[in-house]
């Protein structure tokens, strides 16, 4: 077609999607709009502004960063809909680490599989999954830490590192830097739940 100029994408040497989501909002009026609302059965309606959500996803880096997970590691996270999602998502790649996001419906073999296959070096659930699925995962030999959401009674682990998430990020009193993520460094991985075969 003539008279349209031609299409460029522009592509940066580093991008780090966590903090385009989070932190590029923070001396502008969008700070204090908020970016995340989430309604469901147990927590109710909750939300988090974008001050709020880009000051959590530093902490959840830099707990990330504390506890060993390092640039590229895989991060799985197995949560139900709630505000920690998408401080655990950004986070972990404000961190570097790769999130890979699962579906609460996977039977505990099947998240077997998914960290097993990606390598998952930290895993981010809450209590009634892990309760659940802890005889499953306990063996997995890549898995070194499993980050708890929520309240209750957490059965014990033999081989794994438990976290209270709440209580992690709240110990957390200054966060280090976000990754300078290349622009061609994988940012997140998810696997298709293959019903269409």
Not at 1 to 21: K, L, Q, R
Not at 138 to 155: K, M, T, Y
Request: proline share 5%; charged share 20%.
């Amino acid at each position: 077609m003539t008279g349209f100029p031609a299409w460029v994408w522009s592509i940066p040497e580093y991008f780090n999607i966590g903090v385009a989501c989070t932190d590029a909002h923070l001396d502008t009026p969008v700070a204090s709009r908020t970016a995340v609302v989430v309604d469901d059965d147990r927590g109710g309606v909750r939300q988090m502004t974008f001050a709020e959500l880009a000051e959590r996803t530093s902490r959840f880096a830099e707990l990330l960063r504390q506890l060993g997970v390092g640039v590229g590691d895989r991060v799985l996270i197995r949560l139900p809909n709630c505000l920690e999602y998408p401080i655990v998502f950004l986070g972990a790649m404000k961190r570097g680490a790769i999130p890979v996001p699962t579906s609460t419906l996977l039977t505990a073999e099947e998240v077997l599989y998914l960290a097993s296959d990606s390598g998952a070096a930290a895993m981010v659930t809450d209590r009634d999954t892990w309760n659940a699925m802890r005889a499953t995962l306990e063996g997995l030999g890549s898995l070194a830490h499993v980050l708890l959401a929520g309240r209750g009674d957490v059965a014990p682990a033999s081989r794994l590192r438990l976290v209270d998430l709440a209580g992690g990020l709240a110990g957390i009193e200054r966060s280090g830097r976000p990754h300078l993520t290349r622009a061609a460094d994988p940012a997140y991985l998810v696997y298709t739940s293959g019903t269409t075969g």
